[in-house]
């Protein structure tokens, strides 16, 4: 399988590309705010292997925020990245996979750049921050003033899985709380509080690409409700809930990345389909 890793200068700044895959469509895939501590430098051969079912169907293109953001930098700013990052690669269109910031910013693309957009997958995101959100995400960015980023790490853990998954990998979350820490950490708190003043719920009606949206029924981030208020909003779209998981539904539950696929090549249905 043909894999890469680049880094490609646009804006002004230079960001991560993984790229792997085979297929005559391509996908984008935007990480969650876990990008702020590692971004995909590298990471073009694991993440294959991960995606391998992905791969044979779709080239992949997994991209990383910029580096070295300025104070203010918002999601929508993101977006704008992710544009001239495909005018640069050039992708006219690309099927777009966001988790959790990583949708934010796929909301976004959407909004502003449509044409840019084929399908769309909004996982386990938000298009406004609900209490429980601004809690967590105000606690974070606390701690990372404080350099305690094991606190953080160990709180998103404790919000994102079931007990049954902390108890079972407990060892290895300790590890990774404890020898986890941002690649810059002002980079970390410009990602946070752009999660914080995302808010582009009154603006989803205007996203006419076929989306799927996949939400948590026990997510303590975003909130359940959080999906379920995207694909209200998102016309024709389509919601899926796991309800028994929270935000890291992705690494949980062995059929989440199936079920993507699965949309992601269905024929696209009509509206008296749906």
Known sequence: MHTKNERICVNGAESELAVFGSGSRTLIILPGAGDAFKTVKGMALPLSLLYRKFAKVYTVY??????RMPEGFTTA????????IM???QIACADVFGVSQGGMIAQQLA????????R????????RMCDMSQQALTGWLQWAQQDDWAHIMQDT???????????????????VSKRTKPCEPNRFAVIIRSCLSHDVLDQLGSIRTPTLVI?????????????RLIAEQIPDSLLIMFDDYSHGVYDETADFYDRVLEWLTEPERSKSDA
């Open 77 to 84: 700013d993101m977006a704008d990245d992710i544009a001239q």
């Open 87 to 89: 005018e640069q690669k």
């Open 215 to 227: 939400g948590a029924g026990q997510d303590q981030i975003v909130g359940a409700e959080a999906s």
């Open 111 to 118: 909004i502003r750049h449509p044409e840019k957009v084929g």
């Open 62 to 67: 997994f991209i990383s925020r910029r580096y």
């Open 120 to 127: 769309l997958i909004l996982a386990v995101t938000s298009a």
């Open 157 to 175: 853990a404790a919000r994102s899985y079931t007990e049954a998954y902390l108890r079972k990998n407990k060892l290895m979350l300790g590890l």
